[in-house]
């Protein structure tokens, strides 16, 4: 019996280490337990995954939830989960295609005239790493569904946000943008061998800059955009990757992966928090990793690349270019 005894405290303590060690750095639970009654919220590829449960919560919590999705009979399927799961009848399905600006447009027209206010919009909605495939528009996937096409959404949204004031835009973000970088030269990679990984990276950087953008022209308007990295969650997200297909590697980095990736509801919890804390109501142009406001990556705090971006996005979707708020520091309404 004495033999086994080291062994066996031994790997208790491995598992208990383990455990602790899977819940520090997946992160916790939105602190706040405030309710949203009478505020719409709208969720951007909303069928699955982190968007899904962040529907979920922000249904369960008595908002009215617009599911914004590409494939309507997905939409429908999730939106009646989550209204099963919560009880609130308030959550419905609408079309929303984010790699075409007519659909993007289509989308804005129907909420501007059908809904009263929109009180939060979640950006939440990404393809990664997919082959060199182009939008509608033929622009790069990744930059055209990830920024452009959320770029397109939120502004034509904008004066719905306002209206709505105290309001919120969310900004799913990630990690990744540390790696990435804005080719002015070649945005939509026409002129560069395809690289699937740092196209990612860079439509992810570019959402971080168009958040600081954003944040500085509604200085002042009671709208408030933060973005955010959900942390590392098991969802769909990587279906176009080698490592989602293989069986080979998720069987050899099965451990790592259940050591270190959220589950989908647990990753839904940053967006959570920064969609209803009352702590947060003010707070805008910040990046978060999870639940903690951080420093992004130096290029993502450059404002001459935000400012150039906004612009290079804004001729790319056809948005006139409104004319530069001065960079006095004091709030500028508009
Ligand atoms: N999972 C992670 O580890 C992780 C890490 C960092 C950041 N993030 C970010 O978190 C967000 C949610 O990702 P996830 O992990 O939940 O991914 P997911 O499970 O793949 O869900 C992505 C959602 O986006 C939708 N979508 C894709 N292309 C679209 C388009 N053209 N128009 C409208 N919707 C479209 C998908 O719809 P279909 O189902 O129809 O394809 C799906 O509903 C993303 O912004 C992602 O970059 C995730």
Redesign the pocket.
């Known amino acids: 019996m004495n033999r086994y005894l080291l062994p066996v405290s031994m790997l208790g303590t491995a598992v208990g280490g383990a455990v602790l060690l899977k819940d520090y750095v997946t992160g916790g639970i939105c602190p706040s337990k405030a309710t949203i009654p009478g505020k719409t919220v709208i969720v951007?590829?909303?069928?699955?995954?982190?968007?899904k449960q962040t529907a979920l919560e922000l249904a369960r919590r008595g908002g009215r939830v617009i599911l914004a999705?590409?494939?309507m009979e997905?939409c429908e399927v999730a939106a009646q989960d989550i209204r099963g799961e919560t009880l609130n009848p308030r959550v419905s399905a609408r079309h929303?295609?984010?790699?075409s600006l007519r659909s993007v447009r289509e989308f804005a027209a129907k909420i501007i005239k059908e809904e009263e206010r929109v009180d939060i919009l979640i950006n939440?909605?990404?393809?990664?790493r997919c082959p060199h495939w182009a939008t509608e528009d033929g622009f790069e996937m990744q930059l055209g569904?990830?920024h452009l096409?959320h770029f397109l959404l939120t502004n034509l949204l904008l004066d719905k946000l306002k209206a709505s004031a105290p309001s919120r835009v969310i900004n799913?973000s990630?990690?990744?943008h540390v790696a990435g970088h804005i080719d002015f030269d070649d945005l939509n990679w026409q002129k560069r061998k395809y690289n699937t990984k740092a196209a990612y990276c860079q439509s992810?950087l570019a959402v971080v800059l168009f958040t600081k953008e954003l944040s500085r022209r509604l200085q002042g308007t009671g709208v408030t955009v933060n973005a955010v990295?959900?942390?590392?969650?098991r969802?769909?997200?990587g279906?176009h990757t080698g490592m989602h297909n293989s069986t080979f590697s998720s069987f050899t980095l099965g451990p790592v992966f259940w050591l270190l990736v959220k589950s989908?509801q647990l990753?839904a919890q940053p967006s959570t928090y920064l969609a209803v804390a009352e702590e947060l109501e003010g707070v805008s142009g910040k990046y978060f990793d999870g639940l903690k406001e951080k420093a992004p990556a130096p290029e993502a705090e450059d404002e001459e690349v935000a400012q150039r971006l906004w612009a290079e996005s804004a001729h790319l979707v056809g948005l006139d270019v409104a004319p530069e708020p001065p960079h006095t520091g004091q709030s500028c309404p508009r």
Not at 229 to 233: L, S
């Open positions: 951007t590829g909303a069928n699955t995954g982190i968007g999705c590409r494939d997905k929303l295609d984010l790699a939440n909605a990404a393809v990664m569904v990830n096409g799913l990630s990690l990744a992810k990295h959900p942390g590392v969650a969802t769909e997200l279906r989908p990753a």
